[in-house]
């Protein structure tokens, strides 16, 4: 008896160690389970991964799971179901997405569930890690386009922490901005992207944003000038800087409070947002609003604008028009000796005016048209920007570029996990939502310059 018993213990102990010879090993990095989710294979492939899935954080499921239907290898469920025993209860876009993409996927659906197809079309492998960008590879906007992706791709990378989830980019053509080719091409990839990023130009950029709005599927402009994109849908952003974001930063860099302010212009210019946003700064730092002074379109009588702001006793006056009118104005409160601090637009750049006017601008203050980063960023951009081809550094396509992949980036960092989670990332500003959906970019290190005239040329406000 003692020896059978013997016998059997050893036979048993081979058999065991057979058996654990023989069992699949699970992958021991994220990127290996990526590959092994893509392998051909059977039921030692599934096990394998399997006993990964369930050990494997919540974040390294979804980035396998970003992959699309035809490049998993029968694994895709399992994969799903993993993941939803990982979600937490205030996840919930991430919960919905997760029960749409396995109801697609069972194998045995209930009696009266939703069609496959039917789920499809609701996104559910629409994943935050796969970004597509629509720009254009032919034609007059080709290096522009070329400057905004090497920007964007330069901003999705920036400073990320080394275990932080790769991002990778999808790039889609959209000819030479041709508005039906760039709806087709965010049609063809938007079932497993769950960020775009186009086009170039306005129209374009406003039909893929209607098309975005109707799955609402979020979408970054980085160059569209058309302030009424971010109000398609409430998943489109833009870049910007729009112009009341110009006006405030006008007012917080050059007026304090107690000074008595004044505005001057063309009235369908004082009616815009660049003027309602200086006003809107003006009050909220206690500078008041002493006087307005409209006129219509093709000009006013600047005696009588002039004499009105010396009586107001104004120190800051306030004006957005043409450079004739400018011209004219500056001469006016010359003639009148008015004392008063000019600012406003690029219409006040001195390049704009004959050398008799500009010498009566000196002192004027403007705010730049474009975002700018802080120095030591904007040295630094630069530095990438010239490997990557670009000669003169990192111009404002390229910033603008980049602080759209930043921001992408930063809402996938602080936990942003499915395209609704991103939509309202880029939409929040201070932690409410901006209704006319601007970047809050200045967070990032960018700026908008201010320009003072000195001796008929200008000079950045506050540079060394």
Not at 184 to 211: E, K, N, Q, R, Y
Request: charged share 20%; net charge positive; aromatic share 4%.
């Amino acid at each position: 008896m003692p020896r059978a018993w013997l016998g059997a213990c050893v036979l048993g102990l081979l058999l065991a160690a057979r058996a654990l010879a023989a069992a699949p090993t699970p992958p021991a990095t994220r990127a290996a389970a990526d590959v092994l989710a893509t392998t051909p294979g059977g039921k030692d492939r599934d096990r394998a991964l399997a006993a990964w899935a369930k050990r494997a954080p919540l974040d390294d499921l979804l980035w396998v799971l970003r992959r699309g239907a035809a490049e998993f290898a029968g694994t895709e469920l399992l994969l799903v179901q993993a993941a939803q025993a990982r979600v937490s209860p205030a996840q919930v876009p991430l919960a919905r997405q997760l029960v749409l993409r396995a109801a697609m996927l069972d194998p045995k659906p209930r009696p009266g569930a939703p069609a496959a197809a039917d789920l499809e079309r609701l996104r559910p492998r629409a994943s935050v890690f796969r970004i597509a960008t629509l720009l254009p590879d032919v034609g007059d906007y080709a290096s522009y386009a070329t400057s905004v992706s090497r920007g964007l791709e330069q901003g999705l990378a920036w400073q990320r922490a080394g275990d932080a989830l790769p991002l990778e980019l999808v790039r889609l053509s959209t000819g030479d901005e041709d508005p039906v080719r760039a709806v087709a091409m965010f049609d063809s990839i938007s079932h497993v992207c769950g960020v775009a990023v186009g086009a170039l130009l306005s129209v374009p950029t406003l039909a893929v944003a209607a098309a975005a709005r109707t799955i609402d599927a979020p979408l970054v402009s980085p160059t569209a000038t058309d302030e009424s994109i971010g109000s398609v849908g409430p998943g489109i952003t833009q870049v910007g800087p729009g112009q009341r974001e110009r006006g405030r930063a006008l007012a917080r860099g050059l007026v304090a409070s107690g000074q008595r302010v004044a505005l001057a212009g063309e009235r369908g210019a004082l009616r815009g947002a660049f003027a309602r946003g200086f006003a809107e700064e003006c009050e909220a730092i206690g500078a008041p609003i002493v006087r307005q002074e409209a006129y219509p379109a093709g000009g006013g009588d600047f005696r009588a604008i002039a004499r009105s702001l010396k009586a107001a006793q104004a120190q800051v006056a306030f004006w957005d028009g043409e450079p004739r009118e400018a011209e004219l104005l500056v001469k006016q409160l010359a003639t009148e000796s008015v004392r008063v601090q000019l600012c406003g637009g690029s219409g006040l750049a001195p390049e704009q005016h004959h050398a008799t006017t500009r010498a009566l601008l000196d002192g004027a203050v403007w705010v730049g048209e474009d975002w700018a980063l802080l120095p030591a960023l904007q040295a630094a951009a630069d530095s990438l920007a010239r490997e990557q081809g670009e000669d003169g550094g990192a111009g404002s396509l390229w910033v603008r570029g980049f602080l759209a992949g930043r921001s992408i980036a930063q809402a996938i960092d602080r936990g942003a996990r499915t395209p609704v989670d991103v939509a309202r990332a880029l939409r929040s500003r201070g932690g409410a939502p901006e209704p006319r959906g601007f970047l809050d970019v200045t967070p990032l290190g960018a700026r908008l310059p201010l320009f003072v005239a000195q001796r008929g040329r200008a000079v950045e406000r506050g540079a060394p």
